[in-house]
């Protein structure tokens, strides 16, 4: 039996697709397939009924499944104590390129000032870092969160603490005029005058959130997609170069950046997001624990005073 068919098998329990799961697992389809098979025969029970569609885990791989991650976690903890004692105080994170740019430095000179912990960070998007805490390789993921678009993780196997939330506005280059600074592009734009839209690529989990404010806007709206991208940096340079209108998360422009875009619209375009922490609840890593509650005492004091 190899480590990896667990891992796969943890993976398809997550994603509940063989080709989604094999992309994930960067393996052919057909690779895939074999290696849930392996596991299957090394396990002597049937893990997945591939007589319906879409496919269900079985009751026999329901029971493996928890035994599967606490398997990888303890695998993630041998290895790190194995490479040394130093290990055991890195806590791995994985979050969006976004936050990790923004709003991770600050967060971590909190939550570390005082403990003997060190951080290693992974970026990616929502699902790959969530498949990522899921077979164990990191201890804690930091993602946006929508209402109407929910990542609807197992909570009987994680916790979650809502960190912050945020605005999600739509923005354009400002141009100067006599009036004062105003944005070159304004929704919802007109038939006649399209407004070139810079959006995320329908497979990065903001897509469904951008989607979600343009839906719920009360005006008819005439646009062009002229650019797609999976990085929120990417859209608001070119935002910033005059190429168009995009949404972008409060953190993106925090510190001065992209000092050059400005609204070009009012709220009933925006939707708010929240920023989310999560962790499986059988990850029992002191190291995580310690951060853990640095951040539930950060959270409640700041209730405490009023934050919110």
């Known amino acids: 039996m190899e480590t990896r ?20 697992r960067n393996v052919s389809q057909a690779a895939f397939s074999r290696r849930i098979q392996a596991l299957e025969r090394w396990l002597g029970a049937t893990l997945v009924d591939r007589s319906c569609f879409p496919m269900r885990i079985t009751e026999a791989g329901e029971r493996f499944r928890p035994s599967a ?12 104590e194995t490479a040394g004692e130093q290990e055991g105080h890195i806590l791995r994170v994985a ?9 991770l430095a600050q967060w971590w000179s909190d939550w570390s000032h005082g403990l ?14 969530m498949q990522s805490l899921s077979e164990g390789s990191v201890d804690m993921v930091i993602c946006y969160q929508h209402a109407a678009n ?9 916790e979650k603490i809502v960190l912050a939330t945020e605005k999600v506005r739509p923005y354009s280059v400002a141009e100067i005029t006599p009036e004062g600074r105003r944005p070159k592009f304004v929704l919802p734009g ?13 497979t990065v989990y903001f897509s469904r959130v951008v989607d979600s404010a343009i839906d719920n806007a009360p005006l008819d709206f005439h646009s062009t997609t002229i650019v797609e991208s999976a990085m929120t940096d990417v859209l608001a340079n070119m935002a910033q170069k005059g190429l168009g209108v995009a949404w972008l998360p409060d953190s993106s422009l925090e ?15 925006s939707t708010e997001v929240d920023v989310v922490a999560y962790r499986l609840r059988n990850n029992g890593r002191k190291v995580l624990e310690r951060v853990w509650q640095r951040i539930q005492q950060r959270i409640q004091l700041r209730h405490d005073q009023g934050g919110g």
């Open 95 to 103: 979050l969006p390129f976004a936050l990790a740019a923004t709003r």
């Open 255 to 269: 510190n001065g950046r992209f000092p050059d875009l400005v609204l070009a619209a009012d709220d009933q375009w």
């Open 116 to 129: 003997d912990v060190a951080v290693s960070i992974e970026t990616g998007h929502v699902l790959d870092t």
């Open 150 to 158: 929910p990542i609807a993780p197992d909570m009987s196997r994680h």
């Open 190 to 202: 007109s038939a006649q005058s399209k407004v070139p839209l810079l959006m995320y690529a329908p």
């Open 5 to 24: 068919w667990i891992q796969d098998f943890v993976t398809l329990t997550e994603v509940r697709n063989f080709t989604r799961a094999a992309e994930l």
């Open 69 to 80: 991650i606490a398997l990888l976690s303890q695998i993630a903890d041998v290895k790190a």
